[in-house]
């Protein structure tokens, strides 16, 4: 019989529910998901049919404001099994990813499912790594790779343990302790320390709730844990006070802005007032440094908010990133580290608010 590849309806609900129950016996998808991925975007949700019976189907997630994809779930009933459908469906899935500007395909599998493992082999899928204790059943998953948009290959990456973020407010925090870690293995990031570094960096207030972490601030903290250390800042003004509406609040966040840019005078830390172009950051990234980096999040969430992330490495297409903070229930740890953000569109992510604040702190090995 043919097999169609086609995209997913809410007529295939029902089937597709009860492929589901057939091919997993824990980690299902339930009909309330199948239904939100039909209908959302930033996925592919793509089925095999035979004579209009579905009989497998993969979906495949597009990570907001970057270039990468995910395998989220691929299943092919057993009585299909051998037939070819799951290339088929993995095929069409990277063609469908490829089409919606994504440069990698990334995905787990079970150690144990060797079948699944020589299918991705074969498709050119190498493995990148491992996760612990993935499943529901507390089995491990291997994790692979593959580059579905050839270009010239000459990735350089940085061994950065990845942190999540243990509050709403500390990405600052989380993101300088992946950096210092990364840099001095000696380091160990505690969810203490992840407190204190967000208690001497502080801006106090934001636009609403607790404020974020000043580019000076967590430079300071930095050198006061003995790394060298170095900040860009296009602005010379209050940093972030125009978020600020009451005018008292705005008085502390300008009096603790000009308490770290004094302190950072005393303690000779070098603040470069323009912006740091990619060029500076891959060339700090090849002398050994790891840059922390302010982005706006409203290419990935629509909430314009800021937000640091880590440079995890680079190469001739794409600046790679750690992001301390997965979004619930969309995004897993894996989706959040070495993210792919091509280089034309980094340009956008890395300016926050109507000025355009484009910062970054730069660590070294003390």
């Not at 997913?8 to 998808?29: G, I």
């Not at 996925?43 to 019976?53: D, P, T």
């Not at 493995?127 to 507390?138: A, C, N, P, S, T």
């Not at 008292?248 to 740091?276: M, P, S, T, W």
Request: hydrophobic share 40%; with cysteine; net charge positive.
């Amino acid at each position: 019989m043919s097999i169609l590849i086609r995209p997913a309806l809410l007529t295939d609900l029902d089937q597709l529910v009860l492929l589901e129950k057939t091919c997993f016996d824990s980690d299902h998808l339930s009909r309330r998901s199948f239904k939100h991925w039909i209908s959302t975007e930033h996925r592919a949700l793509l089925v095999a049919e035979q004579e209009k019976v579905i009989s497998g189907y993969v979906l495949i997630i597009y990570h907001p404001g970057t270039r990468l994809a995910r395998v989220y779930s691929l299943a092919v009933a057993p009585s299909q099994r051998g037939a070819g459908i799951a290339k088929l469906l993995m095929s069409a899935g990277e063609q469908a990813a490829n089409e919606a500007g994504r440069l990698y395909l990334r995905l787990e599998v079970s150690v144990d499912n060797t079948a699944a493992i020589k299918l991705y082999q074969s498709l050119g899928y190498q493995k990148f790594g491992i996760y612990r204790d993935y499943y529901q059943d507390h089995k491990d998953a291997l994790r692979y790779q593959k580059r579905i948009r050839r270009y010239r290959d000459t990735l350089q990456h940085r061994s950065v343990h990845w942190l999540r973020q243990t509050t709403p407010f500390t990405c600052g925090p989380a993101s300088l302790m992946m950096a210092m870690h990364g840099l001095n293995r000696a380091y160990q990031p505690s969810k203490e320390e992840e407190i204190n570094l967000w208690r001497e960096a502080t801006t106090i207030f934001m636009t609403s709730g607790h404020g974020g972490c000043h580019p000076i601030g967590l430079a300071l903290a930095a050198k006061r844990r003995h790394f060298a250390v170095e900040v860009w800042v296009n602005q010379t003004g209050t940093l972030f006070i125009d978020g600020v509406r009451n005018e008292e609040k705005k008085q502390v966040v300008e009096l603790v802005d000009n308490c770290f840019k004094r302190e950072a005078e005393e303690q000779g830390i070098k603040i470069h007032y323009a912006n740091i172009s990619q060029n500076d950051l891959i060339g700090a990234f090849k002398s050994g440094a790891i840059p922390l980096i302010l982005i706006s999040t409203f290419r990935m969430d629509r909430k314009k908010a800021p937000h640091w992330v880590v440079m995890s490495g680079f190469d001739d297409d794409c600046l790679y990133m750690h992001d301390p903070d997965p979004e619930e229930g969309r995004q897993s740890e894996l989706d959040c580290q070495f993210i792919p953000i091509a280089c034309e569109d980094f340009e956008k992510m890395s300016s926050f608010g109507k000025n355009r604040l484009r910062t970054a702190v730069i660590l070294w090995p003390g």
